[in-house]
């Protein structure tokens, strides 16, 4: 069974400082990767999926079959940024989602 | 980008009574909808797949006679909580799925509920 590890509960970083966020993961198939955002009171977003290869909102997450890990990457952390964070593992034969514990992200002036 | 309704966003229902909740996608026709309960501070755990015209798919532990889901069109799917109870108390959210949109769910609001 696939199995999603997101070791922070919380992190909390000051404003300009880098953040990284850490994802493992197990799965037996090849993996598919996101990172999803709540911000408070708001519904769950897409923030990116290591597919796309792309930076959004600063952040960048780069897919490590070795290492079996995702994390999530942001230079510099903006106050903004201060959200819940889920990784979350598409198991691609019923196209379920297999979503981390979450990480709870604390962006201090 | 695509939108995904859910209705009511909190509702407060005594013991025993049932509650639907529906999920509709506002401006796509979603392949599949999935149905999440979220405790306080917690992840989301995958109660049910929902296919239009076929029956759910129930995860391990989900009671299907419990929660009832119907998925009559490509843009509604509905999550019945029948004869609920204090322990079914909890945020509901739904998301959708589009067919070959790179496999992306799009997720509604959420739906609070409080059985007392």
């Known amino acids: 069974a696939q199995r999603v590890t997101q070791p922070e509960k919380l992190l909390s970083v000051f404003k300009g400082a880098p953040v990284e966020l850490k994802c493992n993961y197990s799965y037996s198939g090849s993996p598919e990767l996101f990172w999803y955002v709540q911000y408070s009171r708001q519904r769950l977003q897409l923030l990116l999926r290591h597919i796309s290869r792309e930076s959004i909102k600063g952040f960048t997450a780069d897919l490590n079959k070795g290492e079996t890990s995702f994390h999530l990457k942001k230079p510099f952390a903006q106050e903004e940024d201060s959200a819940m964070y889920y990784c979350?593992?598409?198991?691609?034969?019923?196209?379920?989602?297999?979503f981390g514990a979450g990480t709870t992200v604390t962006v201090r002036a | 980008g695509a939108v995904v309704s859910q209705h009511p966003s909190w509702v407060i229902c005594k013991s025993g009574t049932s509650v639907k909740i529906e999920c509709r996608s506002l401006d796509f026709q979603a392949t599949t909808m999935f149905w999440y309960r979220q405790f306080p501070k917690q992840s989301l755990m995958l109660m049910a797949t929902?296919?239009?015209?076929?029956?759910?798919?129930?995860e391990q532990g989900v009671e299907k006679d419990k929660f009832l889901i119907n998925h009559a069109s490509l843009t509604l799917s509905t999550l019945t909580v029948t004869s609920a109870h204090p322990e079914d108390s909890s945020f509901y959210i739904c998301?959708?799925?589009?067919?070959?949109?790179?496999?992306?769910?799009?997720f509604g609001a959420g739906t609070r509920l409080s059985v007392l």
């Open positions: 929902s296919n239009e015209g076929s029956k759910a798919t129930y």
């Open positions: 979350a593992l598409l198991v691609l034969n019923d196209y379920k989602l297999s």
């Open positions: 998301s959708a799925r589009v067919a070959g949109r790179w496999n992306i769910q799009y």
